[in-house]
């Protein structure tokens, strides 16, 4: 258990509709990131979030956008979805930033599978 | 439409032999590198990581080698076991003059390792 929690695991809906992903990151890891894990594009990092501000963006789609709210947890919204948009999407968490000193450990969550129809 | 997914290599070997999983990264200006293993159904677990003025850092039955000439990295794994079949993702980062990063790891294809009791 890495002590990172991603809600729902798993939830299918339509194209077209919205949803919202939710991580509570280990207790006193103020960097969340998002990633995205797909069939044909592997691991995707999205976004990055430092005690509640954003600090690195990837390739995020306009339709997509996250935030990190003041008790650390981060949401992960997802609208206008596409079928294309079927994936896993993986938080993970780190004290700090990651780096020398730091280590490159990230510790990410189960993930959230979603499922666009 | 036919889907193309990613053609992960493969790697199958006996319990108790040593495994060797190779990565080419991309970037030439990537100074941090780290390997992932991630299990099935679970997220990326961090195995160990290397800056790039290091050419081998070893861990618990892992050591990491780094060839920034040719841009390679390998990981090997002695006395492999069956728990540690799982799809492994080398990674890379490029840190700031502070020796952080923006946690912005750009992740490899992914080689499936199969242990054979």
């Known amino acids: 258990d890495s002590g990172v929690t991603q809600t729902p695991k798993h939830l299918i809906t339509a194209t077209g509709q919205r949803v919202t992903l939710r991580c509570s990151p280990r207790?006193?890891?103020?960097?969340v990131y998002w990633y995205q894990q797909s069939l044909d594009q592997g691991l995707q990092f999205l976004i990055q979030?430092?005690?509640?501000?954003?600090?690195a963006k990837g390739n995020i789609l306009e339709r997509f956008s996250a935030q990190q709210f003041p008790d650390l947890h981060s949401e992960l919204n997802l609208s206008s979805l596409e079928l294309g948009d079927s994936a896993l999407y993986f938080c993970?968490?780190?004290?700090?930033?990651?780096?020398?000193?730091?280590?490159?450990?990230?510790?990410f969550g189960e993930g959230s599978r979603l499922t666009v129809l | 439409g036919e889907s193309v997914g990613l053609h992960l290599p493969t790697l199958s070997v006996q319990e108790g032999d040593n495994s060797i999983i190779n990565c080419a990264y991309s970037?030439?200006?990537?100074?941090?590198f780290i390997w992932y293993k991630q299990e099935s159904g679970k997220g990326p677990q961090f195995i160990i990581d290397?800056?790039?003025?290091?050419d081998k850092r070893q861990g618990q039955r892992v050591t990491v080698l780094l060839n920034k000439t040719v841009k390679h990295l390998s990981l090997q794994i002695a006395a492999t076991q069956p728990g540690d079949s799982a799809v492994y993702f080398c990674?890379?980062?490029?840190?700031?003059?502070?020796?952080?990063?923006?946690?912005?790891?750009?992740f490899g294809q992914g080689t499936i390792l199969t242990v054979h009791p």
């Open positions: 979030y430092y005690n509640g501000e954003e600090r």
């Open positions: 207790s006193g890891d103020l960097s």
């Open positions: 993970a968490s780190s004290v700090g930033l990651a780096g020398v000193g730091n280590t490159g450990e990230l510790f």
């Open positions: 990674a890379e980062n490029i840190l700031n003059a502070g020796g952080t990063s923006y946690g912005k790891l750009t």
């Open positions: 290397i800056r790039s003025n290091m």
């Open positions: 970037n030439s200006a990537s100074d941090y």
